[in-house]
């Protein structure tokens, strides 16, 4: 079953966070994770083309010439200088998609994912896919109590517009 929040709770969620869930949906029985244990990669790889047809760059392999990379930091004469890697990316949208499997929670790679969305030039959403069980954890809903939290305390203003988060 897939599943999703989108954060912050007062904005109204876009058209095209809703068609990224649908693209998930559309794979729902080929990567829900009661009954999958795929890595990220391949859930990654199940839900491409979907996001493809949305107008997204998908990440294809873990070549330097597959990545599709988003820069952060400028130098000399405007080249990028720093950047980091996403799994997708819609540029005009500026919209980022990182998919996570058994490393989203244990390892906080959600807060990884979420550091970097917020450093991207022009990007201001991120969808963020974690498993809803791993080794008997609620992924989705652990990483959906940590957005709670922090849109709720207001100590922290994140500069996305919107983060959506997936249980697949």
């Known amino acids: ?3 999703w929040h989108y954060f912050p709770k007062s904005r ?3 058209d095209l966070a809703t068609q990224v ?6 794979v729902a029985d080929e990567i829900e994770s009661k009954t999958h244990q795929h890595g990220s990669n391949q859930v990654l790889a199940r839900v491409a083309g979907g ?11 873990k070549k330097k010439a597959d990545k599709i990379t988003v820069p952060v930091l400028f130098g000399l004469n405007g080249k ?6 996403a ?4 540029r005009d949208a500026k919209f980022v998609v990182e ?3 058994g490393r989203a929670v244990v390892n906080n790679q959600f807060l990884k994912d979420f550091f970097q969305a917020c450093m991207m030039d022009e990007v201001e959403y991120l969808a963020l896919a974690v498993r809803n069980l791993y080794r008997g954890h609620n992924n989705f809903e652990q990483v959906c109590i940590f957005f709670e939290t922090l849109y709720a ?6 500069p996305l517009k919107g983060v959506l988060i997936i249980g697949y």
């Open 12 to 14: 109204r969620p876009t």
């Open 21 to 26: 869930v649908a693209a998930f949906k559309n």
């Open 1 to 3: 079953m897939i599943q």
């Open 153 to 158: 305390s207001r100590r922290l203003e994140p």
């Open 99 to 101: 998919v996570e499997a």
């Open 51 to 61: 996001l493809l047809a949305l107008g997204f760059a998908v990440e294809t392999g």
């Open 87 to 90: 799994d997708a990316h819609h």
């Open 80 to 85: 990028p200088e720093k950047s980091f890697n």
